[in-house]
Nanobody
């Protein structure tokens, strides 16, 4: 199966920056979607940003102009650059990757990372 390893979370003051990374490993045939989601205590998980294989991006209104999603197709890695962080950005951030793996023939996969905590202090 395809596994995801996230890194880059931590504690930062309001106005600061963090960069999250999510690397996919396994026998990957193709990746067509990579996204970042977040879940704050007592709230539902929400989409933060996503990027397709063609490079199209989509952002939540609350993070537009502050966050940037990018991907490295060679490393099968997706990044989330977060600038001008606000206390309301505090949440556990999860990456999601969808595509096709070749471990047992070519089959679809939909994998989630383990989550990384981002805490923004005021």
């Amino acid at each position: 199966q395809v596994q995801l390893v996230e890194s880059g979370g931590g504690l930062v003051q309001a106005g600061g920056s963090l960069r999250l990374s999510c690397a996919a490993s396994g026998i990957i045939f193709s990746i067509n979607y990579m996204g970042w989601y977040r879940q704050a205590p007592g709230k539902q998980r929400e989409l933060v940003a996503a990027i397709t294989s063609g490079g199209s991006t989509n952002y939540a209104d609350s993070v537009k102009e502050r966050f940037t999603i990018s991907r490295d197709n060679v490393k099968n890695t997706v990044y989330l650059q977060m600038n001008t962080l606000k206390p309301e950005d505090t949440a556990v951030y999860y990456c999601n990757v969808q595509g096709r793996s070749a471990s047992r023939g070519v089959t679809a996969f939909n994998s989630w990372g383990q989550g990384t905590q981002v805490t923004v202090s005021s």
